[in-house]
């Protein structure tokens, strides 16, 4: 099997990856810089370098492929225009599914995010609830799903659409402050505590990706990957802290104070292009619900997380202070 993974040089992307190569697969992985390249070659995936927007490099990139899987995206960077969230989550989509279908490519996954569905009013969420995007990065994910499906009509190349809930495990930075702060007894609760919050290991996900792209049921189909269990923030909250050998934190403090902050950061910084040392959506995190349902994934796909979540919270806590990350 040949494949290719953009974002490579990425969390995701570059366990992806890796995981393909424990595989015996044929890897290349898409980077934007000669420097990410010698860390791939050294784990045995061939790099190939350009970015999103070069549409010339996807098809150099997807050259003699079977199964293309794009993780590669803009998250939620400051200063970050819309046209640019626009020429990458959206318009790159539609070059990569274009120029896969040229190259002969036999199916494309991808990677969304639960994020298009907002915050779940009726937990938990499957594939067919609302579209409810909150901020420029889920509305772009949004459109780079719908140019994924009409590029994949027009084309006749199969592409599957992943939507991951929250991913964590070794060597992921986005949840790090959430257990950094826990393990250092430095972490203050907004609101209640008691929204849903739904974690994917990052190792059961990419087994996800891999049968996206390969099992025949999936083919022009979209799937929520998720971990196999579902916990409030508080839960979650209290188990990162037995896996650290701490106290849970008790201090909890309302919303709208630090909702109010976040704005008033936002607004100073943007036409300065720093990163506000508080967001809004920040705050989002303790009030926005998710929860979801991955029994179509399990059904179609065979999907079955094996990752526990106490080993998953264990694993990545050994590696953060194994890294000198806490």
């Known amino acids: 099997m040949r494949v290719l993974v953009t974002g490579a040089g990425g969390f995701t992307g570059g366990h992806l990856a890796r995981h393909f190569v424990r595989r015996g697969y044929e890897v290349r992985g898409l980077v934007r810089h000669e420097s990410q390249a010698d860390e791939l070659q050294a784990a045995g995936v061939a790099a190939a370098i350009g970015t999103l927007e070069d549409r010339a490099a996807l098809a150099r990139a997807v050259k003699d492929t079977d199964v293309v899987y794009h993780i590669a995206a803009i998250y939620r960077h400051a200063g970050v225009s819309t046209s640019k969230y626009h020429a990458v989550n959206v318009v790159a989509v539609k070059d990569l599914v274009e120029v896969s279908a040229a190259a002969g490519v036999k199916r494309l996954v991808h990677c969304s995010t639960v994020g298009v569905h907002g915050d779940i009013q009726h937990p938990p969420a499957n594939e067919e609830a609302p579209l409810n995007p909150g901020d420029m990065y889920q509305r772009t994910k949004v459109e780079g799903e719908q140019v994924a499906r009409h590029a994949a009509a027009r084309t006749g190349l199969p592409v599957t659409i992943a939507r991951p809930s929250g991913i964590y495990g070794p060597g992921d930075r986005r949840l790090l402050k959430l257990f950094k702060g826990v393990a250092r007894r430095r972490f203050v609760v907004l609101g209640s505590g008691d929204i849903f919050y739904h974690l994917t290991y990052i190792d059961d996900l990419v087994e996800g990706f ?78 926005k619900s998710r929860a979801f349902d991955i029994a179509k994934a399990r059904a179609e796909l065979g999907y079955a997380p094996t990752i526990g979540l106490n080993e998953g919270i264990r694993r990545t806590l050994d590696w953060y202070r194994a890294h000198g990350w806490l």
């Open 210 to 287: 891999r049968l996206c792209g390969e099992m025949a049921a999936a083919a022009n189909q979209t799937y929520i990957l998720a971990g196999g269990e579902v916990t409030t923030l508080n839960e979650l909250i209290a188990r990162i802290a037995e896996q650290a050998h701490v106290e849970p934190p008790s201090l909890k403090l309302p919303v709208w104070p630090v909702w109010l902050a976040g704005a008033l950061c936002e607004a100073l910084c943007k036409p300065f292009r720093i990163e506000p040392p508080l967001y809004r959506r920040r705050v989002d995190f303790f009030t």
